[in-house]
């Protein structure tokens, strides 16, 4: 594959909401950097709970589908006398708006989300110490991650994470990639058979593989990206455009590559696991790839507040963590659960549970800010309503 790329072109007008702090020093963690690199940002203070009182009645979630479940959320109600009140949301964006209501106590937050609700004061910081099992079995990885944890605070409880893997038709594509060329170079043979992701968050994919082959845009974070190297993602994507099949949504991925509509393209380990056919394989190519991690986060003014931390320590459990992990199809955010059968560990194999070698090479959705979470100061970044923008220009 020819690794040249498109130059950039004209900058795009940054214009929109600004979500603002001062930077202090980067890291070279993925996912933007653990919080405890020193990045300070600025959000409103608002105080962890110091103590539990009693049970409410009732706690709203917020959630993925797959999350909240009657198999373990009815022992949660006859333990505690919490009722549950579900409604799942189809994407991060509709859950933001969905908790900026202040009609749900929990949401079950992506990265692509969770700044947002920080910054915009819309969940509070949690006292990790009322929740007991978020202890020493909590996979190192998804502690303390700049996405759900801000100058010191911790407002996400881990749930689980995946990557964005390469997924490919066997069949098709005889010679095994071990690039993510396939799906961006002009010359690839699939052009015309290639899935993407259908999100301003993709813009990130666009990024990793520019910090491969073009590192004179200087990309050291691909949710920190200035004008200039937003427009080269975006120049990328648009390239992309004219040779993608389908931009899809978990509903339509598989449906895509098993109907024959896509033969390679961005996918998740659960939606090529769903393919079932052998021929469906997938890698994590060598520039690496994006990820999320979810996490459970407490509204800032939740009515139901020790119901709330009631359920997030109940979920934490491996037991519990471990049920959820495997309905929905991610890596359990408890590594306990590994090792409690057979079937946990074949499960926790897939999705490479514990393998934080592999969740190395992952950067894991985290909103992008005007600040530059890379540590940057000389510059102002690009921020979520930016990428948004830029987003509806490559799909026309």
Known sequence: MNKKLLAPA??????????????????????????????????????????????EKEVNILAWSGFVEPAWSDKFT???????????????????????????DLVSASGDASLRLIVDGNVQPLNTDLIPNFGDDIVEGMKGQLYDTLNGNVYG???????????????????????????????????????????????????IYLMATQPDLGIENPYALDEKQLQAATDLLKQQNKMVSEYWAPATNVTSFTGGNSVVGTSWEVLRKATEDEKFKSVLP????????????LAAEAKSPNCAYAWMDYTSSPEVNGQIAMNFGMAPANGAFCETSDEAKEHCDYYN???????????????????????????????????TQAWATVKG
């Open 353 to 387: 549970a514990t393998d934080e070698e592999y969740y190395k090479n992952v950067w894991f959705w985290t909103t992008p800010i005007d600040q530059c979470i890379d540590g940057r100061t000389d510059v102002q970044c690009t921020n979520y309503q930016d990428w």
């Open 157 to 207: 409880i881990p749930i689980g994470r995946g990557a964005n893997i390469l997924e490919y038709n066997s069949d098709v594509v005889k010679e095994a990639p071990d690039s993510w060329d396939v799906v961006w170079e002009q010359d690839s043979p699939y052009a015309g058979k290639i899935a993407a992701y259908d999100s301003p968050i993709y813009i990130a994919d666009a990024a």
């Open 78 to 104: 006859e333990e505690t006398g919490c009722v549950v009140n579900r409604k799942v949301f189809a994407t991060s964006d509709e859950a933001v708006q969905l908790m900026r209501t202040g009609e749900y």
């Open 286 to 297: 060598q520039e690496g790839s994006t990820g999320w991690s979810d996490a459970w986060m």
């Open 10 to 55: 004209a900058l795009l007008a940054a214009v929109g909401l600004a979500l603002s702090g001062c930077a202090s020093s980067g890291d070279d963690a993925k996912g933007g950097g653990e919080a405890a690199g020193g990045l300070q940002i600025d959000v409103p203070e608002i105080p962890a709970m110091d103590k539990l009182g009693d049970n």
